[in-house]
């Protein structure tokens, strides 16, 4: 069977199914890799049954799959020119469909319909005679210089044809004289009244400048006072808005051999963490790019439960054992805005109640290593690596072992990446983290297909023991867990039965 991409960076690409089974994802070790928007990491599935159908089954997507606009639940038979939308990708079973045109003979011509009789009115020509250098004297030539032979003639059919009456030469003469001379008076009269063209020139110029000039200043009129509305608007506060989440929490320790600093910055929906630790050469930004939801409003909800936005400045203390705190909070909420810095001095109660929900949003995040003193990130470090190392060690004995080899290495990697300079097995980490993510990705799909083998046969219970393996292989929020869920849900019920 063969599958037509309808669109995309491979659109008109024919691609021909074979084996028992081909997957379809983001990911690069999938069998067909389609990089569209909507489309999972292992979106799909293509599988062939003994009798030569070929099916489709979704592999736990978030987006889903669809054949003809229906969403499928579980496996579909594929059928010759079903159309199949995998996120904003779309195919179709089968090869590309014949564009018929219809064609046009070479031998045809448009007709064009003709008048069946001419019209028989007169016709005027206008007809160009040339002059010559040297014009031959006729005999009935006028011997007048004035004389001017007319170049418009009226041709109209023979039988109305007539003879214009003579006319003497003299009488020509006269009235071109008149001609002539009515003329010149005309051009007079015109240069008289008329401007010159230089100076027309530049009146254009100036009245189009001008009307430019007047444009630009309305523009810069109408700018500012919209911009004084606005001002005005902000001043007074709009009842129908209320000003989104915005929190900034500064942390500074200055001593005589070090400056520490640690910063939040909660703003539009997105996170920035930051800390700058000049002693222990720790210089390290994260950003996140879009915070959960839950996690926005347990910390309007705790900023809601305190007194923050009453409360006044703070008085500042004096520094202590040659240790400058200074702790400064910023929040923006329900048309409310107040900033707080306590400087060598105790917190209000609210203050360090929002302090605590900060502590809370960090961790949800593992990023309470941002806050460790720098001997104590480097110790956590050296026993991860080592934990890893373990784990690595005795991969064959289990599964799951890839997994927490995995999160170990990626541990010992975020607790090191704060330094500017990092010890030797910072890079070892690295190497082994790209390998074991890439032994886990494998067996995943080995697993897979096993599953898949297992069911086409009827051996249910072993693709149950493949499915746990595959649990042990998969991280917690991992959207493929749920695929395997349901297999497993549906196996089980399945022995079940049989069993009744």
């Not at 669109?7 to 069998?31: A, C, F, I, M, T």
């Not at 002693?279 to 915070?291: C, G, P, Q, T, V």
């Not at 990130?377 to 799951?400: H, M, P, V």
């Amino acid at each position: 069977m063969k599958i037509y991409f309808l669109n995309g960076k491979r659109n008109g690409e024919l691609v021909e199914l074979s084996g028992e089974g081909v997957s379809l994802g983001r990911e690069l070790d999938n069998d067909i890799i389609v990089e569209t928007e909507g489309v999972s990491r292992y979106h799909a599935k293509f599988f062939k049954q003994s009798e030569g159908t070929w099916f489709i089954e979704d592999l736990g997507s978030t987006n889903g799959c669809k054949i003809n606009k229906k969403l499928i639940d579980g496996n579909q038979v594929l059928k010759e020119g079903d159309i199949i939308n995998i996120g904003e990708q779309d195919f179709r079973v089968g090869e590309e469909k014949s564009k018929t045109k219809s064609k046009v003979k070479a031998t045809e011509t448009p007709v064009i319909p003709i008048a069946k009789e001419a019209s028989k009115q007169s016709v005027k020509k206008i007809v160009f005679q040339p002059m010559s250098k040297k014009p031959e004297k006729s005999p009935n030539a006028a011997k007048n210089p004035g004389e001017i032979k007319p170049i418009l003639e009226t041709v109209k059919p023979k039988t109305e044809a007539k003879k214009s009456p003579d006319v003497t030469a003299k009488e020509l003469s006269e009235n071109a004289n008149d001609i002539f001379g009515e003329q010149k008076k005309k051009n007079k009269t015109d240069k008289k009244n008329s401007v010159p063209i230089g100076r027309k020139h530049i009146f254009n110029v100036m009245f189009y400048l001008i009307l430019l000039l007047g444009v630009v200043v309305f523009v810069f009129i109408f700018l500012n006072s919209n911009k004084e509305n606005l001002k005005v608007n902000i001043a007074q506060g709009n009842k129908t808005q209320t000003i989104p989440l915005v929190l900034s929490y500064v942390k500074t320790e200055i001593t005589k051999n070090n400056i520490f600093r640690f910063s939040l910055l909660v703003e539009n929906n997105t996170a920035t963490f930051t800390i700058d630790d000049v002693k222990a050469d720790r210089h390290h930004n994260k950003i996140i790019k879009e915070i959960k939801p839950e996690l926005i409003k347990a910390l309007k909800t705790a900023i809601q439960d305190t007194r923050f936005m009453e409360l006044h400045p703070v008085s500042k203390g004096s520094a202590v054992n040659n240790l400058d705190k200074t702790r400064t909070m910023t929040i923006a909420l329900d048309k409310k805005v107040n900033s707080i810095t306590i400087q060598n001095n105790s917190a209000p109660t609210s203050f360090e109640d929002i302090e605590m929900a900060i502590v809370d949003f960090i961790d949800s995040y593992d990023l309470l290593t941002f806050a460790m003193p720098p001997k104590e990130l480097q110790k956590r470090a050296i026993e991860s690596f080592a934990k890893a190392e373990q784990y690595y060690d005795n991969r064959k004995a289990n599964s799951g072992n890839l997994l927490e080899a995995e999160r170990r290495y990626k541990l010992t990697i975020d607790y090191l990446n704060q330094f500017s300079s990092k010890p030797k097995f910072y890079n070892i980490a690295k190497k082994r983290y790209d390998e074991v993510k890439s032994m886990r990705k494998k067996r995943w799909k080995e697993l897979q297909y096993e599953v898949d083998r297992l069911e086409r046969l009827g051996k249910l219970q072993e693709g149950i023991e493949a499915l746990n393996e595959m649990l042990l292989l998969a991280y917690e929020d991992d959207k493929a867990k749920k695929w395997v869920r349901k297999k497993l849900t549906r196996f089980s019920r399945t022995l079940n039965a049989r069993k009744k």
